[in-house]
């Protein structure tokens, strides 16, 4: 008697754990962790042009840090101004440093209309003309999907590591029209990332027009 009825409440508890299981994956079903990337700017041709130098440059960047709450691969969002969120499915397809780091070798090699562009931590073969490092501050959009950007950029001569300028830079997008999509955001967030570029080449040209010719 006491198996039967051991086996009729494993039985019952068998079932009821089913039916538990089968109801939470019905009420609950497995959402899909969608991935997104940062891309460089589009091709212009016109502006290569304009910024064409008698002689290739070569640009080194150097480093490239964020803050440790965006080493993540959720994507944030800034709720509030001390209040982050994080996107658990929506995620970067990648390290987002390096994202950055390449789109941004990418951009320069299109403004600066020149291949020669080395990227952390792989150290070019030959002394760069001018290194770059940039630390950011903020990268992240906000409640009404604005994306901002602050952060603190140097540049230096290559032969030699004399620092030519620092600066800061202070960016974001306009306020949308309606709520944006994680695709919309993480869009306008590789557009600023090309507006930081253009700061960036336009500072290097400056630069070289003042150097002596070789």
């Known amino acids: 008697m006491e198996r039967l009825f051991s086996g009729l409440g494993r039985g019952i508890l068998l079932l009821v754990a089913g039916w538990l299981l089968s109801g939470c994956l019905g009420v609950n079903p497995v959402t899909p962790t969608q991935f997104y990337i940062l891309n460089p700017m589009d091709h212009d041709p016109g502006l290569v042009q304009k910024t064409q130098t008698p ?4 640009v080194e960047i150097a ?4 803050p440790q709450y965006l080493e993540k691969p959720q994507i944030i969002t800034r709720s509030h101004q001390n209040r982050l969120e994080i996107a658990e499915y929506h995620q970067w397809g990648g390290n987002l440093r390096k994202n950055m780091i390449r789109v941004l070798a990418q951009n320069m090699s299109q403004l600066l209309a020149t291949p020669d562009i080395a990227m952390a931590p792989f150290r070019p073969l030959t ?3 001018f290194r770059i490092d940039v630390e950011v501050m903020q990268f992240e959009s906000d409640a009404q999907g604005q994306v901002h950007f602050s952060a603190q950029w ?3 001569r290559g032969k030699d590591g004399k620092l030519l300028t620092t600066r800061m830079v202070n960016l974001k997008s306009p306020l949308p029209d309606t709520q944006p999509d994680f695709d919309r955001i993480v869009f306008v967030m590789g557009e600023l990332l090309g507006d930081f570029s253009h700061t960036i080449a336009k500072e290097i040209l400056d630069q070289s027009a003042k150097a002596p010719s070789p």
């Open 154 to 156: 140097r540049l230096s």
């Open 127 to 129: 002394t760069p003309d």
């Open 55 to 58: 002689f290739p440059l070569s």
């Open 63 to 66: 480093s490239l840090r964020l």
